[in-house]
Structure formats: structure tokens, C-alpha cells
């Protein structure tokens, strides 16, 4: 069995992916990566993992939603496949690390088998799902949501950006409209590697972190609507300023976390305020807002949920607006296989690689698996606090090869399982 993965040619990888979408970020002077899911550049980004998975070896196949596996045979062909992956689109200020880790690590892990000349019992497959930051077509993890039946295909082909242009056409447009079955064939197992994307593992000077589960994630998108008026003549109790109303909701934001009342593990972000027609010297009528609010206990999330709508109406009927929102995503807290932790922690310990458990603030494709089959990740520290949709994500070579070691252990180990 192969020991090690190769941390150079891991190394390598993530560089050549990282050049695809490469953009000049102009707040901090750094090279990012702006891979947008099914724009010319996550195209092209999905060209060259195929081209990389079949100079694997591996077979390829494309579904109706863009979700790509790599096949690697078993020695039994018929037993459960043990899959590994994550996704290669990206936020529009991303680094190189963020999906991308697990998806070329999980290609890594099949490259060092055929280094060794392995054939593991179970077939293996590489996979990357699609949109899974649903930073452009508004609903994270919506590849592997389709394929676990969480989303309809119908309704994912509906969605739009803020264009206008559909999933599916512009899925077509980039030529990955595959015809294979969204749903997913059994699996024995499901493993992402991933980077952390927060400061936790690097503080604690850890190598490794074993993901227990992901916490609830909500977002509300946020129509406010008032009445355009002359900024330097509009007497202020005479104006209905749906801007005035999307500050007070994102400093109401702030409140609630500093509330305690949920706990001290609440987060709230409004990351979008667009405000129309968006001139400085005119009361905007309109503004369209996000809303991202997470919580590790799904119960505490809802109930958060359910008090920030009420402020919504407060806040409309003081301010003379009107509020719609819209639920654009809703996950609920996870929890990952025992098995596959302890798996996780005894490749770590094996290795002499220091871990401890962690919970994951960000959401990831994993967490829709996990309805699907045993599943579970490998977190990989990262430097400057752990920065992550953010040019400066930066998880060193030494970091990245550890998680794919570990990624190499658990998926050999559960790909030699006896069973169907
Ligand atoms: C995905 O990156 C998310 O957690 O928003
Ligand atoms: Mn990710
Ligand atoms: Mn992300």
C-alpha cells in the first residue's frame, strides 16, 4: 500500500488550477482566482480536472447538473465505491485552496496508488460538484444538493444570476450539461479534504483537524422598497429611504449576536447591500440586501431566524418601506460519521500529526453526502489567521500534504472494507 502522496506534485497542482481565473486583486495586490460556477473560467478550470483525471486514468462521467466523477476500478467492480472530492468553483475573491484542496488531493490520492501500482477493493471516485458556493446563482452546494435530492433538478436548472442567465443555460453555454443521472449510486463512503478557512487549527498549532459536522446555515435575501427624493430638499421625516432600513437590519444583525441570547456562537453578516438608482445625492428607492446568519445547533438558528423576521416588519413599517425577503438557502447543522472521524483521528495520530476535533463554520458539499453515506473531512490549517474568499488564503505545502496523507489513509482503509 503507498504511504505518502506527493506533496511537490500536489503543490504543482494547485498552482496550475490556481492560474486558471487568476485576476489582479487590486485592494491587496495579490493574484486571486475568480472562477465564478459556469463562467468561461470554471470551464475552463473543469477542462483541465478532466484532462487531469483521465491522464489518471480515470473514467469520466458529467451529469445533468455539471457534477463530475472520476472512476478508478476495484478489484471487485461491483462493491460501493468510496468517493473523495469537493468543488472548483469559486467566490469572485477566492484563493487557491478552497475546494480545489480536495478535489486535486483526492486526485493526488488516486496518483500515488497508481505510483504503487494499488488496486483497492472498492472503485474509487473523484468528484467535484458544481456551485457550490453559490456565490453566483444565489443557493450553496447546489450540485451536491441535486444529487442527494435535496434540490429538484428542475428548480436548479431555474435559477438565475443576477444577469438573468439560468443554471441551465449556462451550463450548456460552457458545454458540462452532462446526460448521466443526478442521483447518486450507493456509496460505501464519501471524504472531502479541505482547508479551514477560519483561525482555529493554526492557533492551536495543530496540524490536522477532524470535522465532527458543519454548523446551520441560513440566508435571506432582501428586497427593501421606498420613494426616490432630492438628497439636499427631501425634509427627512417626508422620506420612505430603503437604505436607512437595510443599515438598521445589518446593525440589528450586530445586536442579536451581541444579545447573548443565542448563545456566544451565532454569526450574522450582511454581504451584500445594492442600492438603486445609486447616486450620491439621491435617496435610493430600492435596495437589495443579503442576510447570512449561521449557528452550530440548528434549533438556536431558528429561533434567531424567526426574531430577525419580526425586526424586518418593525423596521419596514418605522421607516416607511416596504421588506420582502426570500430564504435562498437553509441547511441544517450535520454531524459526520464516527466512523469516519475515528478513522480521520488514527491516520492523524499514525502520522504523528497533532489534531483535534472541529466543527465547520463554512458549508461544504460533505454535509449534503452525509445524508447519503458515511462521510466525513480532513481539515488543513491555514496562515494569516486562516483568511479564506480572500486572495491571501495561503495553506503552506507542508499543511496540505498532511491532509492528503490523512485523505490517502481513510480512503484506502474504507476503500479495503468487506461488504457490499
Ligand atoms: C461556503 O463557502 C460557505 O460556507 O459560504
Ligand atoms: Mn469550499
Ligand atoms: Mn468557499
Request: aromatic residues 4%.
Amino acid at each position: 500500500m503507498s504511504t505518502h502522496i506527493n506533496s511537490e506534485r500536489l503543490t504543482a497542482s494547485l498552482d496550475a488550477l490556481g492560474r486558471i481565473g487568476a485576476y489582479l486583486d487590486e485592494a491587496s495586490g495579490l493574484t486571486g482566482v475568480r472562477r465564478l460556477a459556469f463562467s468561461a473560467e470554471d470551464g475552463e478550470g473543469r477542462r483541465h480536472v478532466v484532462a487531469e483525471m483521465k491522464a489518471a486514468g480515470l473514467e469520466v462521467t458529467v451529469d445533468r447538473i455539471g457534477n463530475v466523477f472520476g472512476r478508478r476500478a476495484g478489484r471487485e467492480p461491483g462493491a460501493r465505491p468510496v468517493m473523495a472530492g469537493s468543488h472548483i468553483d469559486s467566490v469572485a475573491t477566492a484563493g487557491r485552496f478552497d475546494g480545489c484542496l480536495g478535489v486535486l488531493g483526492a486526485l493526488e490520492v488516486v496518483k500515488a496508488l497508481n505510483d504503487a501500482k494499488v488496486t483497492t477493493r472498492r472503485p474509487l471516485v473523484v468528484a467535484f460538484f458544481s456551485e457550490e458556493e453559490g456565490a453566483r446563482f444565489g443557493t450553496d452546494m447546489l450540485g451536491s444538493a441535486v444529487a442527494v435530492g435535496r434540490i429538484p433538478l428542475e428548480r436548479a436548472y431555474a435559477l438565475s444570476d443576477r444577469d438573468g442567465k439560468t443554471v441551465r443555460a449556462e451550463l450548456e453555454s460552457i458545454g458540462f450539461l452532462g446526460d448521466a443521472p443526478t442521483e447518486l449510486p450507493k456509496l460505501h463512503a464519501y471524504l472531502e479534504c479541505h482547508v479551514e478557512q477560519g483561525p482555529l487549527l493554526r492557533a492551536a498549532n495543530m496540524d490536522v483537524g477532524v470535522v465532527t459536522g458543519v454548523q446551520a446555515i441560513c440566508w435571506h435575501e432582501l428586497v427593501i422598497s421606498g420613494r426616490s427624493a432630492h438628497a439636499g430638499t427631501t425634509p427627512m421625516n417626508l422620506r420612505a429611504d430603503p437604505g436607512m432600513a437595510a443599515s438598521r437590519v445589518q446593525l440589528l444583525l450586530r445586536d442579536l449576536v451581541r444579545s447573548g441570547r443565542f448563545g456566544d456562537q451565532l454569526r450574522a453578516t450582511m454581504g451584500v447591500t445594492q442600492f438603486f438608482p445609486g447616486l450620491v445625492n439621491v435617496v435610493p428607492n430600492r435596495v437589495v440586501a443579503t442576510v447570512d446568519i449561521r449557528h452550530p445547533d440548528d434549533a438556536v438558528l431558528r429561533l434567531a431566524e424567526a426574531e430577525l423576521v419580526e425586526h424586518y416588519a418593525r423596521i419596514a413599517a418605522e421607516e416607511k418601506v416596504t421588506l420582502t425577503h426570500r430564504q435562498t438557502a437553509r441547511t441544517p447543522d450535520i454531524s459526520f460519521a464516527q466512523k469516519v472521524r475515528a478513522l480521520v483521528a488514527k491516520s492523524a495520530s499514525a502520522r504523528g500529526l497533532k489534531h483535534q476535533d472541529i466543527v465547520s463554520g463554512a458549508g461544504h458539499d460533505c454535509q449534503e453526502l452525509a445524508k447519503h453515506c458515511p462521510a466525513g473531512m480532513v481539515f488543513v490549517p491555514g496562515e494569516y489567521d486562516g483568511i479564506s474568499h480572500n486572495p491571501r488564503e495561503f495553506s503552506t505545502p507542508k499543511q496540505c500534504a498532511d491532509g492528503v496523507n490523512v485523505l490517502l489513509d481513510v480512503v484506502t482503509a474504507l476503500a479495503e472494507e468487506e461488504g457490499p
